[in-house]
Nanobody, 127 residues
Framework: QVQVVESGGGLVQAGDSLRLSCVIS????????TAWFRQTAGNEREFVAA????????VYAQSVEGRFRISKEGAKNTVFLQMNSLKREDTAVYYC????????????????????WGQGTQVTVSS
């Protein structure tokens, strides 16, 4: 059974950095696209970043482009989200999600395309 577990959230000040981790277990780690989404109360989940199964491509939401970086480390079965220059508007619950289809060429941006989700980790940015 595939399990997705996020960690690394917390309370930080505007301008600070934070790194989120997503450990995926229960299958071959390297074969699937993975993404980060975020959600605030009363809103739909918003795409943040995604990484291709082989690590060869990444995509970002415009709101985080240049500040966030997604990466993966196969030896640890982990996908990271490095968040720099955090803003108050980055405050949200951050979710890691991964596909059930192997080797898809382009990591999708739509939440409906991801099949396995973690429980989320809260990131709060104060001014």
């Amino acid at each position: 059974q595939v399990q997705v577990v996020e960690s690394g959230g917390g309370l930080v000040q505007a301008g600070d950095s934070l790194r989120l981790s997503c450990v995926i277990s229960g299958r071959t780690f390297s074969n699937y696209n993975t993404a980060w989404f975020r959600q605030t109360a009363g809103n739909e989940r918003e795409f943040v970043a995604a990484i291709k199964w082989n690590g060869a491509a990444t995509v970002y939401a415009q709101s985080v482009e240049g500040r966030f970086r997604i990466s993966k480390e196969g030896a640890k079965n982990t996908v990271f989200l490095q968040m720099n220059s955090l803003k108050r508007e980055d405050t949200a619950v951050y979710y890691c999600a991964t596909e059930s289809t192997r080797y898809r060429n382009n990591p999708p941006r739509a939440a409906r395309d991801y099949d396995y989700w973690g429980q989320g980790t809260q990131v709060t940015v104060s001014s």
